[in-house]
């Protein structure tokens, strides 16, 4: 028994999968709420014309105005809702069973005070699909179905026990109703659970495939194809308040006699140490990608061209930090790195390939004029060099 209880509260998923599934799609209500109380105001607000033009009864159409008046209001605070941040489940939760009182109520008078010498068929169609469209709790909605059957039960039995026939079918038809409305809407939940957590775990896996295409496996930077497709875009879409965009290249100096010196493992380790610390450089707002072997790429925006010199100085402080001795260095007794960097303003080019050259092109003048140091350079920029303090 406490199995099959368990496995009714949690739709079969098991507690934590629910949890999870729960709180991605419960907000979904809102927008249910909308459309179904939308529906009932225009469902009710119909029948309007039925009282009014055929039973001449002011009472049964001010009663169904009401209806539809109420699940207007309802619509357009669910809209007011669906715009704020703040919305918390218990608001959900209320409007829920507001939404379903208001159904009920509305088939309670077609099915009873309205009709009573007639079967209750309409109550017994609102009852069970007037919940089908949520993803609520098992016990929530058990609960809502139990409390209109004992509604409708007992001003079935007020009203209708001057006519026993009529009242014993009416409940026979509400039990079964009811029964109806709980196994489906919990077959349906379940349903559209397995479909939000089958769609789920399907993008999880095209976002780790994607990530992984575009990461690098050794440093975890993003790799070259994934570069140049951000570089694209940083030049067609720099924002308004950013006046110049920078692209550097670097290398590590004599990275090959530091392979041959410590071996492919300390090359690696090397390797990643500079990925972490190109890494660090995202609170500057820096982009860092693995271009080659030793190489890497960084992308950023200044406001001031000047400005580039922080980022060049920080990026010189973090390598330095690592502190990894590289004996065979003709520059240093640690790993260090040449750096060229082109500047230009935004908007005046769309040629990657372009830029990158001429990005490259001060990467080989700072490796030629000694390494360890850092070359910017750009169309309204005169070229400097920054020396790297030792």
């Known amino acids: 028994m406490r199995k099959f209880l368990y496995i009714w509260r949690f739709y079969s998923f098991g507690r934590e999968q629910y949890q999870e599934c729960m709180t991605n799609v419960f907000s979904n209500n809102l927008l249910n709420l909308r459309h179904s109380n939308t529906l009932v105001a225009v469902f009710a607000a119909a029948f309007t014309f039925y009282p009014f033009v055929f039973q001449k009864s002011i009472f049964n159409t001010v009663v169904y105005l009401c209806v539809a008046l109420v699940a207007g209001v309802f ?18 939760f209320v409007l829920v069973a507001l939404y ?44 809502l179905t139990l409390s209109a059957m004992a509604v409708f039960a007992m ?53 780790k495939f994607e990530d992984q295409s575009i990461t690098d496996e050794l440093t975890q930077l993003r790799n070259r194809r994934d570069f140049m497709h951000t570089f694209q875009r940083y030049l067609s879409n720099y924002r308004s308040s950013d006046d110049w965009i920078c692209i550097a290249l670097a290398d590590i100096d ?18 990643r140490g500079i990925g972490a610390a190109l890494t660090s450089l995202s609170n500057l707002g820096v982009y860092a990608a693995r271009v080659g072997g030793e190489e890497f790429a960084l992308l950023w925006f200044e406001k001031e061209a000047s400005n580039v010199d922080k980022v060049i ?48 092109k001060a990467l080989y003048t700072a490796k030629g004029g000694g390494r360890n140091c850092a070359v910017i350079c750009g169309d309204e920029i005169k070229e400097y060099k920054i020396a790297s303090v030792p």
Not at 75 to 92: G, P
């Open 313 to 360: 100085n920080q990026w010189t402080e973090r390598i330095r930090d690592l502190k990894i001795l590289h004996e065979k260095s003709k520059v240093a007794d640690y790993v260090t790195m040449s750096i060229g960097v082109y500047v230009l303003r935004c908007g005046s080019s769309h040629d990657t390939k372009a830029l990158y050259d001429l990005a490259d």
């Open 100 to 143: 379903y009182a208001n159904v009920v109520f509305f088939g309670l008078f077609l099915g009873v005070f309205s009709n009573i010498d007639e079967r209750a068929t309409l109550f017994s169609c609102f009852l069970i699909c007037s919940l089908l469209l949520f993803i609520n709790p098992p016990q929530f909605n058990l609960a």
């Open 75 to 92: 619509t357009y605070y669910t809209n007011f809702l669906m715009q704020q941040i703040n919305v918390t489940k218990r608001h959900i």
């Open 155 to 207: 001003s079935t039995y007020i009203v209708k026990r001057g006519n026993p026939e009529v009242m014993v079918v009416d409940f026979v038809n509400t039990i079964v109703a009811g029964v109806l409305s709980i196994y489906f809407t919990w077959h349906i939940t379940k349903f559209r659970m397995g479909m939000e957590i089958s769609t789920s775990l399907l993008e999880a896996e095209r976002n």
């Open 254 to 271: 004599f990275f090959k006699l530091y392979n041959d010196h410590y071996g492919h493992p300390k090359g690696d380790e090397c390797l």
